[in-house]
């Protein structure tokens, strides 16, 4: 195994491969700003690009995408509380709060150096452990993946921000605007009004562009003050926040374990894992009170965990041939299309290529600390452009955006409709992240709980009987009735400190 390693290791200091990654990070940081696009169309874009190359040089190329536009959808979360990426949503929580404080350089900072070390973390989890914890993965059935969604939504209750019922109520939202289209089962088709263009539901990139571009839009057409967007642009205390986050040693590690474990999870995904790592740190936190206004932990614990994220994703496909999320399902078909078996034989037969692949994967972790705090250092002036140009801008990319993932015109309405409603939460003092979680959840704790249903004919008993006798039932239900537990038990502490 350490002779394979060795090999690998020679293999990504080729300089073909060094020139790969920095060309892959460096595309990744650009793909992951613009809002509409993701690191699955980043990495499907560029992969036709690979085709002329030596697959090892082509699958760093794509794996530098992927690590570095998972990383950059913080940049615009951060400066102007637009996700560029799912990910990203909840590190808008404390990110934009701490650009509001004239923090921008700082939190850039700490999502870089947090991000990276969270991708390493991973990393080297994929390097070391990837066949134990992909035979794991496998134990793991629809009754799991319906109390893991399930578990996910028990978090509403910390992601509220004063009112309960409020985030309560976009959480449900959310809920129900995951169930339009067909269901995933029986075809039947739900909440489309007759309109072809809801048949396929309402992709959750639509749903984000629309739910947070367009109040900024609204916000930064009705505002005014030169002063602020001075203060905002201020890009100083990046380089010096590394020593911070790994102060956070606990945050950090905690955070780089739930991303991992939850990246193995095929179906998954890193919006999840940095929602249940940002929960997590805020029952840990001695001031869980900042959490939402700007807190360094909130957004360590985010950008740890959706990065850690990567690493796991491709621990089942290496190992099994299993993709864990759309990415690594595009990265899976870069690997056919050079001639590639995903799966134990990948390890045995062409150690150099799986082992280089994997140390380029370290390699893009560290180089996108420079280029990302370089990129970001200019892209905090955008926020110096007058108000006008600026909301033209994010307004245009939004309708760009949404039109490009399908090419329909519909998207875009879709988009605005979404849009509209955004504006109406901030109007009402509403968390919009309690909506994001149920878009994210809805589908697959439904898409689940049917393929549950089907295993045991219909028969609920049954089911219940199920969550209650598997191992990994037993503990995901202990989770839920905890998260539970904590969520009224923090609604009754804030009603006497509020009165």
């Not at 590190?91 to 900072?109: E, H, L, S, V």
């Not at 067909?182 to 309109?195: D, I, Q, S, V």
């Not at 595009?330 to 034989?345: C, D, E, N, R, T």
Request: aromatic share 8%; proline share 5%.
């Amino acid at each position: 195994m350490f002779e394979a390693m060795s090999l690998g290791l020679a293999t990504a200091f080729q300089p073909a491969m060094l020139l790969a990654v920095l060309v892959g990070v460096t595309a990744g940081v650009f793909i992951g700003m613009l809002p509409g696009l993701t690191s699955t169309m980043g990495v499907a874009l560029l992969i036709p690009v690979t085709f002329s190359f030596p697959p090892a040089v082509g699958l760093s190329l794509l794996g530098g995408i992927y690590l570095a536009s998972t990383f950059s959808g913080s940049i615009s979360a951060i400066l102007l509380n637009i996700p560029g990426t799912p990910s990203a949503v909840a590190t808008c929580q404390d990110g934009f709060p701490m650009t509001q404080q004239g923090k921008a350089g700082r939190a850039i900072g700490l999502s870089v150096y947090a991000s990276s070390l969270g991708g390493i973390f991973s990393t080297l989890v994929l390097l070391f452990m990837a066949p134990a914890l992909s035979e794991l993965s496998l134990m793991l059935g629809a009754p799991e993946y319906f109390l893991l969604a399930l578990f996910g939504v028990t978090i509403i209750a910390s992601l509220s921000e004063g009112d309960m019922l409020k985030s309560m109520m976009g959480g449900v939202l959310g809920l129900i605007i995951s169930l339009v289209g067909m269901h995933p089962m029986t075809g039947e088709m739900r909440l489309t009004f007759g309109l072809p263009a809801l048949y396929d539901g309402i992709p959750l990139v639509i749903s984000l562009i629309g739910l947070y571009s367009i109040p900024e839009v609204i916000s930064m057409l009705n505002a005014d003050g030169k002063a602020e967007q001075e203060t905002r642009s201020s890009f100083t205390g990046a380089l010096s926040s590394l020593r911070d986050v790994v102060a956070q040693k606990v945050n950090l590690i905690r955070s780089s374990i739930i991303g991992t474990i939850v990246g193995i999870v095929p179906g998954a995904g890193s919006s999840i894992a940095s929602f249940i790592a940002y929960d997590s740190a805020k029952r840990a936190s001695r001031q869980p009170q900042m959490f939402g206004k700007g807190s360094e932990e909130g957004l360590i614990a985010a950008e740890s965990a959706n990065n850690a994220v990567t690493g796991g994703s491709l621990v089942p496909l290496l190992t099994l041939g299993v993709p864990g999320n759309p990415v690594t399902a595009v990265l899976m078909g870069g690997l056919i299309i050079h001639g590639l078996a995903p799966g134990p034989a990948l390890f045995e037969n062409t150690p150099d290529i799986a082992y280089g692949f994997i140390f380029s994967l370290v390699l893009s972790n560290l180089i996108f600390i420079p280029i990302g705090l370089l990129v970001a250092k200019y892209c905090v002036k955008v926020i110096l452009l007058p108000r006008e140009i600026l909301a033209t801008t994010i307004l245009a990319l939004a309708i760009i955006g949404a039109f490009a993932l399908r090419g329909q015109v519909g998207d875009v309405l879709m988009m605005l409709g979404i849009g509209i409603v955004g504006y109406l939460f901030t109007v009402f003092s509403v968390s919009r992240a309690p909506m994001v979680l149920g878009l994210v959840l809805g589908a697959m704790a439904e898409s689940n709980l049917s393929r549950a249903l089907m295993l045991v004919r219909g028969d609920t008993g049954e089911l219940i009987l199920q969550f209650l006798t598997r191992p990994f039932s037993i503990g995901l239900v202990l989770l839920c009735l905890l998260s539970i537990y904590l969520g009224f038990r923090k609604g009754k502490v804030a009603k006497p400190t509020a009165q």
